[in-house]
């Protein structure tokens, strides 16, 4: 069975759309709760018109999803975003089956995101050159692999989430570090309201994975403050958004931005190679490559 969750802050101008997708994917024994994340607006009330459960969370995406983890008993949970405003497939529909009908313990929902904005940027210039640099291991999981479209399974889910943006590296992460098969599901084209960040994304996406590569003994203490510096560098290189929403001035930010040295420190500790069963086995990695990036999907 599957908890379908949807965490929403002040979504309630598209809440709705996403529910209903959930309604129509949803067997006997599933569930569909919203956790509405200190919302302001009408986003419980339009959430529970849509047929939706609605449990009051705390503000913070990863806050959210915990709070909702922590009153899941199903063997799944299939993580879903709030602003979804149009799509090709019923998003909730396949990751259901994709679910179900594998082995995987973690599917992960790629698709061609309608806006290059923040998030995508993000993925280019901080989440791929960092997790390249401290964890190799967690590969390629898709052109757009901090998608909020996601299933778990429950009994994978042992480690209190980030609150915040980071919730998706830290996702890939340590699934990846505790063996966990993953699928990449193609979504199609998603259509979503874009709401600029400010750089606040980026910068608890680079977080997140710092505090894991630090906690992992992948990072050394003392040579925080260097990739805390680099960090910002990024995050300065795509914050600010341009009159048309960011579509175009981003992205011109974004080809500066990956081409930035990293800091020259000890490289990461190898870990064990993955083998193409998504588990490990011991061995050296072959692919070292933490001055490049490679940008999928455009």
């Known amino acids: 069975m599957f908890t379908f969750v949807i965490p929403a802050h002040n979504e ?22 919203v956790v509405d994340s200190a919302s302001t607006d009408a986003t419980a009330r339009r959430a529970a018109e849509a047929g939706a459960e609605v449990l009051r969370g705390p503000k913070g995406k990863g806050a959210a999803m915990n709070a909702a983890i922590d009153v899941v008993g199903t063997e799944w949970v299939c993580f879903l975003d709030a602003d979804l405003v149009s799509s090709e497939l019923n998003v909730a529909a396949e990751l259901r089956a994709a679910a179900a ?23 280019f210039t901080i989440y791929e050159p960092l997790t390249e640099r401290f964890f190799p ?15 778990v399974r429950r009994s994978l889910l042992t480690e209190p989430l980030p609150a915040d943006f980071g919730v998706e590296s830290f996702l890939n992460i340590t699934l990846a ?19 600029p960040t400010g750089g606040a994304m980026a910068r608890e996406i680079g977080t997140a994975i710092l505090d894991l590569a630090e906690a992992h003994g992948r990072l050394d203490s003392g040579e925080r403050g260097a990739w805390e510096a680099w960090l910002e560098e990024g995050v300065a290189a795509i914050a600010p958004q341009a009159a048309d929403g960011g579509r175009s001035a981003t992205l011109a930010r974004l080809f500066a931005a990956v081409r930035r040295p990293m800091p020259s420190t000890p490289a990461a500790r190898q870990p064990r190679e993955r083998t193409t069963d998504g588990r490990h086995t011991p061995g050296v990695l072959t692919r070292t490559c933490p001055n490049s990036i490679r940008v999928h999907g455009g």
């Open 12 to 33: 309630e101008a598209t809440v709705a759309a996403i529910v209903g997708q959930a309604r129509a994917a949803a067997g006997p024994g599933d569930r569909i709760l």
């Open 101 to 123: 009908s594998g082995t995987a313990g973690h599917v992960v929902g790629d698709y061609e995101y309608d806006h290059p904005g923040t998030i995508l940027s993000s993925t």
């Open 137 to 151: 291991e967690t590969g390629f999981m898709g052109a757009n692999a901090l998608t909020g479209y996601r299933a």
């Open 177 to 195: 570090l505790a063996g966990a098969r993953v699928q990449v599901r193609h979504l199609g084209v998603i259509g979503s309201r874009f709401r």
